[in-house]
């Protein structure tokens, strides 16, 4: 499916550093009020050369451009059929709906080949809701083609406020009657139409019910329908109208009942049941009497036929190998942005990536982008912040946003990229997308001049001589001491003879000894969670602060981890050393994470204070 290239407006003198615009089709995609609120702030800069002279004129330019284009786009004209087939000499009817006024005069094309049978028929309609006025305008034609062949209606216009508004062009295929050697005798018959096959998992393979009837129906009911127990299933829009077409020579109007997007789960072969409807068919009730009048005023009444549609095959085909690492989860068509919250910052901030992804696989199995970012940044685990569906051109689209937030440890220019790859079912093939060179100036924060302080010692008298010396005399004059105090207490060997012989001992009663029972010595026990002494009057990030402190001191005492040696990956690596399952280290990850970037980048937290000690205990409690 073919992609219309996508624009980008660029930064100018940092003006447009907090907002992106992105156009496409030529509508715009920004808003007026963010346009004008960029240029308010640029405008009220007290910088002398933030915003030139010819800038200012630039503004005017371009806000005149935008509210016209928004005008001519809140108009439009939209151009429609009842029929894709037709035979020749058969009529068909051709629409043209204007909406935002009823006074609008119509231009039409030339409808060349084609002859207008009746027409033009005017219409007008307004609707008042809640207060908004909506007009609009219809014009119909019936028109019959002479010649068998296929006919390109031209756009048809209308000059609203002295711009000219165009219609969309239509195509019409003209066929002989004698088209087809074999009639459909089928009266109403069920068709499933299957796009995008064969499939791979997780690209989206689009199903259409198609009901076929050359007779007035009364009622269509659902009776059973497959439970595409290998997909997952989205429903589309579906055709509320129809179009005529003609299918082996005969004329059908063509009606889809259903629309779903299925998304593969696992490779191989699935067939799908066919479909099966109730349609109430009419059936004419002849009188018993024979008589012409009689006949003539004969009832109808229906009746219920099941209809059943052709069973489907669905071929879902593994991805080749390698995969690469990068790979996103994305088969089909992928598209990627990436944003930058600011370009120049402290190692007191912390600076926001925004990186969307847009495309048609399942959303649910995307994976975030690869951000290649140096050692010196700290970079969170990305979270999803905007996660959206729609229908475009008869495909869901998806977008996704990602969000990673980076905390600078030093400062310098670093250099960022983000990419991710996806399989393109066309080409059969892995693809790699990869975003422009982001670069980040990081600079010294308040914070970090005040840590980074250290005593002057470059200039004055240097005192380190004369303190060697005293502390050496201080040094001998002990030893001298002590050796002069050892002898003073040595006696001679006749005094000591002396004082031997004339002191007694005294007798001691014999005591007999019980011996004590003997215990084995047992360390104190770990609790199973942090005690968390915690301040009464702690609030905000010093509450939180006092959290991860308390829950690394018992991670110290758990793990027998050094407090010199002490980071959380060395938590992570001896908790799974221990046998912890990967889900409880990862709950452990996120809570560490969701703290840190709380404390240190401002991040707000989705639940309180006291949930977040809540959530330790019990995630200490389940480990091992």
């Known amino acids: 499916?073919?992609?219309?290239?996508?624009?980008?407006?660029?930064?100018?003198?940092?003006?447009?550093?907090?907002?992106?615009?992105?156009?496409?089709?030529?509508?715009?995609?920004?808003?007026?009020?963010?346009?004008?609120?960029?240029?308010?702030?640029?405008?009220?800069?007290?910088?002398?050369?933030?915003?030139?002279?010819?800038?200012?004129?630039?503004?005017?330019?371009?806000?005149?451009?935008?509210?016209?284009s928004t005008r001519a786009h809140a108009q439009k004209l939209i151009a429609t059929s009842d029929s894709k087939e037709v035979l020749v000499r058969n009529t068909f009817e051709v629409k043209y709906e204007f909406q935002g006024s009823t006074n609008a005069p119509l231009r039409a094309?030339?409808?060349?080949?084609?002859?207008?049978?009746?027409?033009?028929?005017?219409?007008?309609?307004?609707?008042?809701?809640?207060?908004?006025?909506?007009?609009?305008?219809?014009?119909?034609?019936?028109?019959?083609?002479?010649?068998?062949?296929?006919?390109?209606?031209?756009?048809?216009?209308?000059?609203?406020?002295?711009?000219?508004?165009?219609?969309?062009?239509?195509?019409?295929?003209?066929?002989?009657?004698?088209?087809?050697?074999?009639?459909?005798?089928?009266?109403?018959?069920?068709?499933?139409?299957?796009?995008?096959?064969?499939?791979?998992?997780?690209?989206?393979?689009?199903?259409?019910?198609?009901?076929?009837?050359?007779i007035n129906l009364a009622d269509i009911s659902l009776r059973n329908e497959d439970q595409y127990q290998s997909f997952i299933v989205r429903n589309l829009q579906a055709d509320e109208n129809g179009q005529y077409e003609v299918i082996n020579g005969k004329k059908y109007l063509s009606k889809t009942i259903k629309r779903i997007a299925l998304y593969p789960t696992q490779a191989g072969l699935v067939k799908l049941r066919p479909m099966e409807i109730d349609v109430e068919v009419p059936e004419k009730v002849k009188s018993k009497n024979t008589s012409l009048f009689d006949q003539f005023f004969s009832s109808t009444r229906y009746k219920t036929k099941i209809l059943e549609s052709d069973p489907v095959n669905i071929r879902t085909i593994n991805f080749p190998t390698p995969i690469p690492d990068d790979f996103s989860g994305a088969s089909g068509r992928l598209e990627m942005e990436s944003f930058l919250s600011d370009k120049k910052i402290t190692t007191d901030?912390?600076?926001?990536?925004?990186?969307?992804?847009?495309?048609?696989?399942?959303?649910?199995?995307?994976?975030?982008?690869?951000?290649?970012?140096?050692?010196?940044?700290?970079?969170?685990?990305?979270?999803?912040?905007?996660?959206?569906?729609?229908?475009?051109?008869g495909k869901l689209a998806f977008s996704k946003t990602f969000e990673y937030l980076i905390q600078p440890q030093s400062t310098g220019k670093f250099n960022l990229k983000v990419k991710t790859s996806f399989f393109d079912i066309f080409s059969q093939s892995f693809k790699e997308i990869k975003s422009p060179s982001m670069n980040l100036v990081v600079t010294k924060g308040s914070a970090a001049d005040a840590t980074d302080e250290e005593p002057d010692t470059s200039s004055g008298a240097n005192?380190?001589?004369?303190?060697?010396?005293?502390?050496?005399?201080?040094?001998?004059?002990?030893?001298?001491?002590?050796?002069?105090r050892s002898h003073k207490n040595i006696l001679?060997?006749?005094?000591?003879?002396?004082?031997?012989?004339?002191?007694?001992?005294?007798?001691?009663?014999?005591?007999?000894?019980?011996?004590?029972?003997?215990?084995?010595i047992q360390p104190a026990p770990i609790p199973d969670k942090p005690p968390f002494s915690i301040s009464a009057s702690a609030k905000g990030k010093q509450y939180l602060q006092e959290v991860l402190n308390e829950t690394e001191l018992y991670f110290e005492d758990k793990l027998h981890i050094p407090h010199a040696q002490f980071r959380k990956e060395a938590v992570f690596e001896q908790l799974q050393k221990n046998g912890n399952s990967p889900q409880k280290i990862q709950a452990l990850k996120d809570w560490w994470a969701k703290v840190e970037a709380a404390i240190f980048a401002n991040m707000p937290l989705p639940e309180g204070e006291d949930d977040i000690l809540d959530q330790i205990k019990d995630i200490t409690q389940q480990l091992t």
């Open 463 to 484: 005192y380190m001589p004369f303190i060697w010396g005293i502390l050496g005399l201080l040094i001998v004059l002990f030893g001298l001491y002590t050796w002069r």
């Open 492 to 520: 001679p060997e006749e005094q000591i003879e002396e004082l031997t012989e004339e002191s007694a001992p005294i007798p001691t009663p014999k005591v007999e000894k019980t011996p004590l029972p003997e215990k084995e």
């Open 1 to 68: 499916m073919h992609s219309s290239p996508i624009h980008k407006w660029t930064p100018l003198n940092g003006i447009f550093d907090d907002t992106m615009l992105t156009f496409g089709k030529g509508k715009a995609a920004g808003s007026i009020s963010e346009i004008a609120h960029i240029f308010r702030r640029a405008w009220s800069s007290k910088k002398p050369n933030y915003l030139p002279v010819s800038l200012k004129i630039l503004f005017f330019l371009v806000m005149g451009f935008f509210v016209g």
């Open 349 to 393: 901030d912390a600076v926001s990536l925004k990186v969307q992804l847009t495309g048609t696989s399942n959303p649910t199995v995307i994976k975030p982008p690869v951000l290649d970012a140096p050692d010196d940044l700290t970079v969170f685990p990305p979270k999803v912040i905007q996660d959206t569906i729609r229908e475009k051109d």
């Open 109 to 214: 094309p030339d409808f060349k080949g084609l002859e207008i049978v009746s027409g033009p028929f005017q219409g007008s309609e307004t609707t008042i809701i809640n207060g908004h006025v909506t007009k609009k305008t219809t014009y119909s034609y019936t028109l019959a083609g002479l010649n068998p062949g296929t006919y390109t209606i031209r756009p048809a216009s209308v000059t609203y406020k002295g711009q000219k508004i165009f219609s969309n062009p239509l195509t019409i295929k003209i066929l002989p009657e004698n088209s087809s050697t074999k009639t459909d005798s089928r009266p109403v018959f069920l068709e499933t139409v299957v796009l995008d096959t064969p499939a791979y998992p997780g690209s989206q393979v689009n199903i259409s019910y198609v009901l076929h009837t050359s």
